[in-house]
């Protein structure tokens, strides 16, 4: 997994941790495929800060998957599952992910 891919997906689990202006940042960033520029000139602050600012909400996400291990936790279940043949216990395991 690229370290993009990376932290999207736990953008995914982590994001309603963050408050509107981070998950804004991330969301024009990673998804909208917004320029670091483009993010300045739309919250009038210098290219400097917004990437700052990205690599503080980067980080913080980051942590956030050091300190309660969700996606680590959610990696090893889906390996598990590869290996279990019984469909019924599959898809009650695979509901709670």
């Not at 998804?31 to 400097?48: G, N, P």
């Not at 990205?54 to 390996?79: C, F, P």
């Amino acid at each position: 997994m690229d370290n993009r891919e990376y932290i999207t997906t736990l953008y995914e689990i982590y994001k309603e941790l963050l408050n509107e202006k981070e998950r804004n940042y991330f969301e024009y960033y990673y998804f909208e495929d917004y320029s670091m520029q483009e993010i300045a000139d739309l919250y009038s602050v210098s290219k400097a800060y917004a990437s700052k600012l990205l690599n503080k909400i980067n980080d913080k996400i980051i942590n956030y998957e050091k300190i309660l291990k969700i996606n680590d936790r959610n990696s090893k279940i889906i390996n598990l599952l590869n290996n279990i043949n019984d469909e019924d216990l599959k898809s009650k395991i695979e509901e709670l992910l």
